[in-house]
């Protein structure tokens, strides 16, 4: 008799569970429990030693302690201003201790005389006795044992952890005859020193030692990481298999002559990432690469490199930016840099001719757009860089070789595949491009292997020697808003500039844009009005935004007052002071590309984070005072934020780690994903793995199934 699979254990209702009637399935079915599966998957979120809890007589005043007590008497009480308080006499044999919540008078339904309850909290001193304000109430019930699962408590479906106990007890009991499938390889299992699954579900459960429960987390979360990383790679190996990448040439010395004509010698990292990426082009298999680097990285050379493997090979290269201002930017940067640079020209034999990169976005018409389409069809524009203008309108390609995607925080896996189809669609041997992603968003690598796990990732690591680190300051309310200005009447005085961001309005551009308005005339009349000062935002005509970039560049103007368009790719080494206001609006990514518009130049920098408010603390203020490393900062922010942020919610799968921290459990991502390839590559669609498949097709959207069978 084969154990029971997860599918098995979905198709029973938990009404077959002893203790659950028809009023108990409704109340877990409000909580997301309707199966055996769910149940078992419902896993305790502490867990009581009573050999180590504390006697009431042992407890200290000030020290935070759990004492398990019976309930002795409760009395309610109504305070002024419809406040309330509650409080109650507990008790252990060995002493009494009183308790008080505050605000909270469904306690008094709660704690019934009688009842055994857990509490974890901090006493106090209070008229010769002991009292916890508001300590955490676990309702143990009569359970005994050692170690006593506390499972998640539902106030409002009026569950409570010894009724879940004693589900899942009665579940668990019932599995014991047939067991618990476990689809995980044995080798796998022996190689990383894991449990088998029936085991890890019981010790979850019903731990005999801290130790157990500890080693049966440490499987459970594996196996959910597992089945995100067998998608994932699976997924990846589909789109090497299914696409015809193309073989591009290295041996060209383009890319080699473009590197000796830059002023700069290249990071390490930069070198590391060329190389990773070039042996990528180099494959027969389509490149599907994330290029990670911070802000001020360099990312725009390892793109440039990339995008000349190509064009020596014979094929053309396209850089897509997220807005025309940043296309424009890149455009007219990547021109110089391939100034003077040359390429064969096999309509004749010896000569060369110049690189012809040109830009193409919504405000290039008339002749001059058509011009550019005629180029890209017939293979004489080498390069374009535009924006998604590129890829959406009618616009044929040559034969495209190689497309860079810059700086898309969240590019989704659709639109990755869209992107490359447009290749595939206009190149005549059906190959399809090879892509690029660059972020400037770091992310921390286990995350990454989770976000971006159908991705290679190269990472720039490294800032270019020579960079002046930007200092950062918090200017907390008003006050400290004054000396920021003074400050930057200094800078101007030096010769400097300054940005000043505006605050952040998520609800409307327009009340943004007007906010940015109010400042921009503030300033210009009161605090900053000797010095030369611009406007730009999002709702400025085209040309007019062109314009006041300009005026800064050039110098013409000492301050530019901006909402977050100039938050990435706008590059004046200049300027050196970047003020952001309302700085608590902003998130810590945000922040720190928005900071990184600065210290871009030789002269010292400056950033002033602005809270209106004058704050005790700001955790998010306080990261971006203490480190300018993006991926330093990312960790910050997974750990301020927690891991919703980097899932895509809408894949189920990912977001359905219950027990698995993406921020916790780095080393086991990092096993996930090994393991996961030692299952795929000898086995790319898991024809011997069908309860693997099974579980996934379970577990996962349709979306993602897709891939899981395909093939
Ligand atoms: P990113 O896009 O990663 O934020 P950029 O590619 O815009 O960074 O590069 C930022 C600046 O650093 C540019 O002015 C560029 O010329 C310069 N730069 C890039 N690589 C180097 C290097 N190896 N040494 C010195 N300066 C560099
Ligand atoms: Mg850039």
């Known amino acids: 008799m084969t154990g029971l699979s997860f599918r098995d254990l979905a198709l029973i209702d938990v009404e077959r569970i002893k203790g659950v009637g028809e009023k108990r399935r409704a109340a877990l079915h409000e909580v997301g429990i309707n199966t055996v599966l769910d149940l078992l998957t419902t896993y305790p979120r502490r867990w009581i030693d009573r050999t180590n809890e504390a006697r009431v007589s042992d407890l200290v005043a000030g020290e935070e302690a759990l004492v398990l007590v019976t309930v002795r008497e409760v009395v309610a009480r109504k305070l002024k201003n419809r406040r309330s308080m509650v409080t109650a006499t507990v008790g252990d044999g060995s002493g009494r201790l009183h308790i008080v919540f505050f605000n909270q008078p469904w306690r008094e339904r709660q704690l019934r005389e009688g009842l055994n309850v857990v509490l974890f909290g901090k006493p106090e001193n209070y008229r010769g006795g002991l009292q916890m304000s508001n300590p955490i109430v676990d309702l143990v019930g009569d359970r005994t044992g050692r170690i006593v699962p506390i499972y998640p408590q539902s106030e409002k479906a009026q569950l409570n952890t010894w009724e879940l106990a004693g589900w899942i007890e009665n579940a668990l009991a019932r599995c014991e005859e047939r067991g618990i499938l476990d689809p995980v390889p044995e080798s796998i299992l022996s190689e990383h020193q894991l449990m088998g699954r029936h085991q890890a579900f019981r010790a979850i459960h019903e731990p005999d030692t801290m130790r157990d429960k500890d080693v049966a987390r440490r499987r459970l979360a594996f196996d959910e990481l597992l089945r995100v990383q067998l998608v994932l790679v699976m997924r990846k190996r589909a789109m090497e298999r299914d696409a015809i990448g193309i073989r591009h040439r290295l041996d060209g010395g383009l890319v080699e002559r473009f590197h000796a004509n830059l002023p700069y010698e290249l990071t390490t990292a930069q070198k590391r990432a060329i190389d990773e990426i070039a042996a990528d082009l180099a494959a027969p298999h389509a490149m599907h690469r994330l290029l990670q680097g911070d802000v001020g990285a360099g990312k725009t050379v390892v793109a440039v490199s990339a995008l000349l493997v190509a064009v020596q090979g014979g094929h053309q290269g396209a850089l897509m ?195 940015a308005e109010e400042t921009f005339e503030r300033l210009r009349l009161q605090e ?184």
């Open 321 to 515: 930016a997220p807005t025309e201002v940043l296309a424009e930017q890149h455009h007219a940067g990547i021109k110089r840099l391939l100034d003077g640079i040359e390429v064969g020209d096999p309509s004749n034999l010896f000569g060369n001719r110049p690189l012809r990169v040109e830009l193409l976005t919504n405000r290039v018409t008339g002749a001059e757009r058509r011009e550019v389409l005629a180029g890209l069809a017939d293979g004489s524009v080498d390069l374009v860089i535009g924006t998604h203008a590129l890829i959406q309108e009618g616009v044929r390609f040559h034969h495209l070789g190689l497309v860079v995607v810059d700086e898309q925080h969240r590019f989704g896996v659709e639109q990755r595949a869209m992107l490359r189809s447009k290749g595939e669609a206009d190149n005549p041997d059906g190959t399809v491009p090879d892509v690029l992603v660059m972020t400037a968003t770091p992310i921390p690598r286990t995350a990454a292997m989770t976000v971006y796990g159908d991705l290679d990732v190269s990472v720039l690591d490294q800032k270019p020697a020579g960079r002046t680190e930007i200092v950062t300051h918090w200017a907390n309310g008003p006050l400290d808003e004054m000396a920021v200005w003074s400050d930057v009447r200094d800078e101007v005085a030096a010769g400097r500039q300054a940005y000043v961001v505006c605050p952040l309005i998520d609800e409307s551009e327009k009340l943004e844009v007007a906010s």
């Open 528 to 711: 900053l009005s000797t010095l030369r000062i611009g406007l730009l935002h999002g709702r400025m005509a085209s040309a007019e935004k062109e314009a006041t970039m300009n005026a800064f560049r050039q110098h013409e103007l000492d301050v530019l007052v901006a909402t977050t368009v100039i938050e990435v790719g706008v590059d004046v080494p200049n300027a050196t002071i970047m003020v952001i206001l309302d700085a608590d609006r902003f998130g810590i990514a945000q922040l720190h590309q928005l900071r990184g518009r600065v210290g871009r130049g030789s002269h010292a920098s400056r950033c002033w984070l602005v809270t209106a408010e004058q704050e005790d603390t700001n955790p998010r203020v306080d990261a971006l005072v203490a480190s300018t490393d993006g991926f330093e900062l990312a960790e910050a922010d997974l750990e301020l934020r927690g891991e919703g942020t980097i899932m895509n919610t809408s894949q189920k799968g990912r977001s359905d780690l219950k027990l698995a921290s993406l921020r916790r459990d780095k080393e086991l991502v990092a096993l996930a994903r090994e393991a996961a390839f030692a299952i795929v590559d000898p086995d790319p669609t898991l024809q011997s793995h069908p309860e693997l498949v099974d579980e996934l097709s379970l577990l996962f959207t349709s979306e993602d199934e897709a891939f899981l069978f395909k093939g």
